[in-house]
């Protein structure tokens, strides 16, 4: 059975507070209005280009998939030579296989470099389309409109590795589950910022299915996990249930009830991913904070009190440019805004100045491989880096930067 709980009104809600937060930033009704129109028109745009363009992309993949096949191939029959030339070239008596599988190795190597030449090939005709397409249509969904409704980050090691018990914390929204990660880890206020108003939109919408929301009817607004989730976006479903977000309409702010009401009457052209260029809506991987790291109602009730007591605002504005977003924050996490590691450490330096501590994810990227004590980037800006949690593909690195006792 579910876990009920009294249903917020627009009396009891914090919407009135965060709506005078969005008036002050300049997130007005007729901003929210206007940026839907704006998608609808290059949505438009978008399928006449995919009609015009589709076609050569998909005669390109047809020509890749095989080609990217034996590459594959390749790459794993040499990763098995050498793991055989490994195992017996210090052994007695097996000198003559150990030089055999070496000119093997030599051949398959060199099979290799010539496969992955014709793959790159290949990915620079499609690259190329792709290129014509956005110089025809002249821009593109950029960060700031795209919709991610999941992330690429490791969202349990944000709740158990990084300590905000007690804290103040200011993260980037996303997909609005790092602010709920750190309000599950103990956190006492939490300022959700991003220049993306579509992250912010998702964000006050899951603070308000948490306050006022069973886990049932949680899962049943976004998706029972992550997976879900995804499977929605991939069969261009309705991404947010129309009968759960009934119920929670009312605690939303003016601009939050404008803007769900104008995207989920917008069709699937408009919302999701074309043939040619990412849609507006995107899904990374198949994970979300609610239905894969919180799984049980008993977790999520602990969490939604917590949702309830935990001050939670919100701003709009680029952290690169406006460091003050963070003043005053005890923890402050960037997830990957920067892409490069090198850029993102810069912002971390200059956030360093109003926040104690920043928390940076590599997104599943490796390059926390380059992160080394003597590491130029970090020495130059005084920065001492530290791993939290380490994770490729579905969870990436997770980085805690300080400033080092010499630059404080």
């Known amino acids: 059975m579910s876990i009920e709980r009294n249903r917020p009104t627009a009396d009891d809600t914090p919407a009135s507070a965060i709506r005078l937060e969005y008036e002050s930033q300049g997130v007005s009704v007729q901003k929210i209005k206007d940026f839907v129109a704006n998608l609808q028109l290059f949505g438009k745009d978008l399928d006449f280009l995919d009609e015009r363009f589709g076609p050569q992309i998909e005669a390109i993949r047809i020509k890749l998939a095989p080609e990217q096949k034996e590459y594959d191939r390749l790459y ?8 055989r030339i490994q195992e017996i070239q210090w052994s007695e008596g097996y000198e003559a296989e150990v030089e055999n599988l070496r000119r093997d190795l030599d051949r398959v190597w060199t099979e290799y470099a010539t ?7 290949l990915q620079r005709q499609e690259q190329d389309v792709h290129d014509r397409v956005r110089r025809y249509a002249a821009r593109d969904y950029s960060h700031a409109e795209a919709f991610y409704v999941t992330s690429s980050d490791n969202l349990r090691a944000l709740r158990e590795r990084v300590d905000v018990r007690g804290k103040k914390a200011a993260t980037v929204a996303g997909n609005g589950d790092f602010w709920q990660a750190f309000v599950d880890g103990g956190a006492r206020e939490v300022v959700v910022f991003d220049m993306s108003l579509p992250a912010l939109m998702y964000s006050e919408l899951k603070l308000a299915a948490l306050r006022g929301l069973t886990f049932d009817e949680y899962r049943d607004l976004i998706g029972n996990d992550g997976k879900e989730i995804v499977d929605r976006v991939e069969r261009m479903e309705p991404f947010i249930r129309q009968t759960a977000y009934a119920r929670i309409r009312r605690a939303l702010t003016p601009q939050a009830q404008n803007f769900f009401d104008l995207i989920l009457n917008l069709d699937g052209a408009e919302l999701y991913p074309p043939t040619l260029a990412e849609g507006f809506i995107r ?5 979300a904070f609610v239905g894969d790291i919180v799984r049980t109602e008993e977790e999520y009730a602990a969490l939604a009190e917590r949702a309830r007591k935990v001050s939670v605002r919100f701003a709009l504005g680029d952290i690169n440019a406006s460091p003050k977003i963070a003043v005053g924050s005890d923890v402050a996490y960037l997830s990957n805004i920067g892409y490069r590691l090198d850029v993102s450490l810069g912002i971390a330096g200059r956030l360093l100045a109003d926040a104690q501590t920043v928390i940076l994810s590599t997104g599943g990227s490796r390059t926390i491989d380059r992160i080394t004590p003597d590491n130029r980037v970090t020495n130059d800006l005084g920065l001492s880096v530290s791993v939290l949690a380490t994770g490729y593909g579905s969870g990436g690195t997770i980085l ?9």
């Open 283 to 287: 899904a990374r991987n198949r994970e």
């Open 76 to 83: 794993r029959e040499t990763i098995l030579l050498e793991e």
């Open 115 to 121: 496969q992955q030449e014709t793959v790159r090939d």
């Open 400 to 408: 805690e930067v300080t400033k080092t006792s010499s630059a404080r």
